[in-house]
């Protein structure tokens, strides 16, 4: 049966998978999650035969993402080291949900490449925190500033998809992409 959604998880596919697992490992430990909470990962939730049908026809709110998106907590972003999801319509598109229209919570992890440990920087304070401030700033201190570079040069009009009928649609459906673009930059910094 479906099993509601706690985090979206938002990524680019092209992220070692290693690194994937040790972001949301992060998140998890981050966030204090219990050993049953549910990420939506595409890749495993979507019916891979029948990809179209989970994209919603003409509609992209009849989508598996929007769906998905709608029904958790928040998002926690998965970045490469490039920053991909910043140029991929869908992930786009989810960050535009998560933010703008749906008011959630909405975390980014990566692979610190000097240590090679995960790092994320959290809305508001993570349970690790325990409210402090200072707990928080060292936590997100190592969050590699080429991404944050990245986060406030955002631009929701330059994103790109595989099917260019996809990015035509996505970029339709986001309202106000100037609110987004700012959004997007004012949630690294």
């Not at 490469?80 to 909405?106: H, M, P, S």
């Not at 959290?122 to 409210?131: I, N, P, R, W």
């Not at 570079?149 to 309202?175: G, N, Q, T, Y």
Request: net charge negative.
């Amino acid at each position: 049966g479906e099993q509601k959604p706690t985090w979206f998880v938002s990524h680019w596919w092209g992220e070692p998978v290693r690194a994937f697992v040790a972001c949301l490992t992060q998140h998890a430990k981050d966030r204090g999650l219990p050993e049953h909470t549910s990420f939506w990962i595409c890749a495993y939730a979507n019916n891979q035969h029948r990809v179209q049908d989970e994209m919603g026809g003409n509609d992209v709110r009849q989508s598996s993402f929007f769906r998905a998106l709608t029904r958790s907590r928040g998002t926690v972003a998965v970045l490469d080291a490039d920053g991909q999801v910043f140029t991929r319509v869908w992930c786009v598109y989810e960050t535009y949900l998560t933010l703008v229209e749906g008011g959630k919570v909405y975390d980014a992890y990566t692979v610190d490449p000097e240590s090679g440990t995960a790092v994320g920087i959290t809305s508001g304070f993570a349970l690790v925190d325990g409210g402090d401030a200072r707990a928080k700033f060292e936590r997100e201190q190592s969050f590699p500033e080429n991404l944050i570079e990245l986060a406030f040069k955002f631009d929701v009009r330059a994103a790109k998809a595989s099917v260019e009928a996809d990015r035509a649609r996505i970029i339709a459906a986001i309202a106000d992409a100037d609110e987004l673009n700012a959004t997007v930059g004012a949630s690294y910094g």
